[in-house]
């Protein structure tokens, strides 16, 4: 499997500012120390090699967007966050050059921030376009056309031209869609949300965010344990710090680093993507919680398999 992501954050997109531009150019010329580079690809070297990620780079504004690759040969898509716009109009391209146009989502739940993607979703109006809508909730195709009424946007649902269904999905079985072996489980978030397992050919990926975890409800914990279990990757909601999702959010339906890596290690996953990152933070706060996060699993792994901790960032692909 390969897994692309193309929307990271939560709550709602965010942008930088003409002034968090100007602050990434200045650290970097400080940084450059008045070093003068032949052309573009010196420059791009010195910015990959010599930077710091949240220097040279962003993790982007895009709330949640993951593509999975694997299976048959259709599209398969974890929520409809604003990053759905982007990856609608890479589809197209490969669309352009054969690929078939098969979507199959896997939504993890409807609130607005991973669904505003959808009404610029560009096959959502290609009459050649098929559309899979699977979810945990039996109300998915009410809260989608419920997004497009004339009072909150200018095109109804009704005007779209895919073929589109909406299909129920229940805990506690094993589906075989679109060539991935598929088990949801069920996540304590308003309205509830549902985490995603993916099994292909031996490899197997977790999609779990808007998750909050209860350290008073250890019954819960146990079926996150069993459902990570020995997966190659988990895509896990880290939205806040330990502190605040404990305190002043708690019962807002997120976690936090410290309990994906606690329960990643228990599941013995080799890797863990910290994801749906805070829309109030700023580069450089999610590089910071990265670098608390790869120190706590350093210093808490006693004689167990290193846990790999990646950032999650808008564009990057990890194999599976």
Known sequence: ????FWGTRGSLPV????SDIRDKVAR???????RRFVDRDAAQLFIREELDFATGATYGGATSCVEI???????KICDMGSGLREFGLSAAKRCASGHPRNYVFFQSHFHWDHIMGFPFFVAAFDPAATIT????HSDAE???RRQQDEISFPVPFDWLRAQINFITLETGRRYEIAGLGVELIRQYHSHDSF??????????AVYSTDSEHKIDDMVAEAQFETFFRDADLVISDTMYSLADSVTMKADWGHSSNIVAVDLCRLAAVKRLALFHHEPTYSDEDIERMHKETTRYEELTRGD?????VVCSYDGLELDV
């Open 1 to 4: 499997m390969q897994v692309r």
């Open 15 to 18: 942008a930088k500012t003409a």
């Open 28 to 34: 970097a010329l400080v940084a450059g120390s008045g």
């Open 69 to 75: 690759e694997g299976g048959d040969a259709s599209f």
């Open 133 to 136: 809508i699977y979810s945990g």
């Open 142 to 144: 009410a809260a989608l």
């Open 195 to 204: 985490g995603f397992r993916f099994d292909d050919r031996g490899k197997t």
């Open 304 to 308: 167990r398999a290193a846990l790999d």
